[in-house]
T-cell receptor, first 109, second 113 residues
């Protein structure tokens, strides 16, 4: 079956760095998306990885290892507004997104 | 401004009533999707449509119905056959192509009393 595994909740301090891990098992693989979702709001796109390696975009970076079925989202210089859920979503062989339950990130001053 | 609209933001219905959630987009996207989100769970795909007058069942289509008569619109009807309809419903759209980010509407929170 298809499975996505992310930590349920993480806590970090304002100004620090946090890494949110995601492991996945899917029927085929066509890349992986990360989305941010604030409570009660819609998810918004953060990144897409299809090749192994690190993609950097400002304070956010995303890493992919296809052979390990593993990705992480790295958030630097944390701000209070980064408090949100972060959703890992690989694309399967049918190009359908398989959504993880998300990691709730709590930022403390 | 281009975007996706869903209305209303909050919706209350009595058990046994059908209810239709609206989703409109002016992004000229071909594909549209309906998801359901429950606390502690990932988004689950209800229905999707890649072209006008065509749609496909997702993982949890039972108790739901959709139509795609216009490119801009993809309404979802939650029927009385849906056993646990109370949830947060999200509509999304994406451009044509297999790998494209999905753009989401603000969502409708449906509560069935």
């Amino acid at each position: 079956g298809q499975n996505i595994d992310q930590p349920t909740e993480m806590t970090a301090t304002e100004g620090a760095i946090v890494q949110i891990n995601c492991t996945y098992q899917t029927s085929g693989f066509n890349g992986l998306f990360w989305y941010q979702q604030h409570a009660g709001e819609a998810p918004t796109f953060l990144s897409y990885n299809v090749l192994d390696g690190l993609e950097e975009k400002g304070r956010f970076s995303s890493f992919l290892s296809r052979s390990k079925g593993y990705s992480y989202l790295l958030l630097k210089e944390l701000q209070m507004k980064d408090s949100a859920s972060y959703l890992c979503a690989p694309l399967d062989s049918n190009y359908q997104l398989i959504w993880g339950a998300g990691t709730k990130l709590i930022i403390k001053p | 401004d281009g975007g996706i609209t869903q209305s209303p933001k909050y919706l209350f219905r009595k058990e046994g009533q059908n209810v239709t959630l609206s989703c409109e987009q002016n992004l000229n996207h071909d594909a549209m999707y309906w998801y359901r989100q429950d606390p502690g769970q990932g988004l689950r795909l209800i229905y999707y449509s890649q072209i006008v007058n065509d749609f496909q069942k997702g993982d949890i289509a039972e108790g739901y119905s959709v139509s795609r008569e216009k490119k801009e619109s993809f309404p979802l009807t939650v029927t009385s056959a849906q056993k646990n309809p109370t949830a947060f419903y999200l509509c999304a759209s994406s451009p044509q192509g297999e790998v494209n980010e999905q753009f989401f509407g603000p969502g409708t929170r449906l509560t069935v009393l």
